[in-house]
């Protein structure tokens, strides 16, 4: 697997100008469609799916909002880390449900943290802490993607 993940980053590095003429144009015009939305689709309705049903999930007296930073860090990751290696090795084993999961438990693993510092957000970096507590349990390193 290493091989075929390093040869998707190392694609993804000789893509980055030819993308960003793509990006500067989406972003000249506007009525765009969400530029994120555009580049992040396959994954973008997953992530941001888990990160809206954890936040309903929480009671209002204990609710920590996710930041956007913390969005961020999970829809980048998650999109360049797994799924985009796995759909290249045609890996896809209930990828996204993996993903959710994944998402769902760095969360919640990321809202105790922050509660106990009496804080109201879950910031990315608190997002990174917690990815680093769960990393042998989280359901896509089974995958072999990171």
């Not at 890996?91 to 996204?96: D, E, F």
Request: aromatic share 10%.
């Amino acid at each position: 697997m290493e091989k075929i993940v390093d040869a998707y980053f190392q694609f993804s590095i000789e893509q980055a100008d030819k993308n960003k003429f793509q990006n500067d144009f989406i972003l000249n015009f506007p009525n765009r469609p969400d530029p994120t939305r555009l580049r992040y689709a396959p994954i973008f309705d997953v992530i941001q799916t888990a990160i809206n049903r954890f936040e309903a999930n929480q009671s209002e007296p204990d609710f920590i909002r996710v930041r956007s930073d913390a969005r961020l860090f999970l829809l980048l990751n998650f999109d360049q880390m797994v799924f985009r290696p796995l759909t290249a090795a045609r890996n896809l084993n209930n990828i996204s449900g993996s993903i959710s999961e994944d998402v769902t438990n760095i969360l919640e693993t990321a809202r105790i943290a922050t509660k106990e510092k009496r804080e109201s957000e879950i910031s990315g970096h608190e997002v990174l802490n917690a990815c680093s507590r769960l990393w042998g349990s989280l359901k896509t390193l089974a995958k072999d993607s990171w």
